[in-house]
Structures are given as structure tokens and as C-alpha cells.
């Protein structure tokens, strides 16, 4: 029980920098464009693109340990039913 609870609190991770970058993007987007400081909209473009990167290199991360734990929690209970039928 514990471990499911693990994998989806890993999937909702990854949801803390996409809304960051979510925030940052059309900020920085409205800075540039609007107040006429297009240094200040630049940076938080930049700093918006990097936490999207963050968002999807988590999010990568995760559903490949997931597929990973999944495949080996396969593989475990397919070896224990083999070793109870044969004895």
C-alpha cells in the first residue's frame, strides 16, 4: 500500500514547476511586451522555460521508475507462482 501511495505522490511532483512555469511564462511574456523593461520580462521567460524543463524532465523521470517498479513487481510474482508449481 505504501509504495502505491509513493508512485502517485512521484507523479504529482512534477506539477509544482509546470504551474510554475505556467505563472512565469505569461508574466514574463506581459512584462516584455506591456511595461517596456524587456530585461525583466526576459528573465522570468528564461526562468519560466527552465522550470517547464524541470516539470518534464520529472515527469520523464517518474513514469519511467513507475514502468520500471511495475515490469519488476511483474516479473517477481511471475517467478514465485513458477517456483509454487513445480514443488
Do not use: N
Not at 49 to 65: E, F, K
Amino acid at each position: 500500500m505504501a509504495g502505491r501511495f509513493l508512485s502517485v505522490r512521484a507523479m504529482l511532483v512534477p506539477g509544482v514547476p509546470a504551474a510554475l512555469a505556467v505563472m512565469l511564462l505569461p508574466l514574463g511574456v506581459g512584462m516584455s511586451c506591456f511595461d517596456g523593461r524587456p530585461y525583466v520580462g526576459g528573465g522570468l521567460i528564461t526562468a519560466g522555460l527552465i522550470a517547464g524543463a524541470a516539470a518534464v524532465g520529472a515527469a520523464v523521470g517518474d513514469v519511467a521508475w513507475c514502468l520500471m517498479t511495475a515490469a519488476r513487481e511483474r516479473s517477481g510474482a511471475q517467478e514465485g507462482s513458477v517456483g509454487d508449481g513445480s514443488g
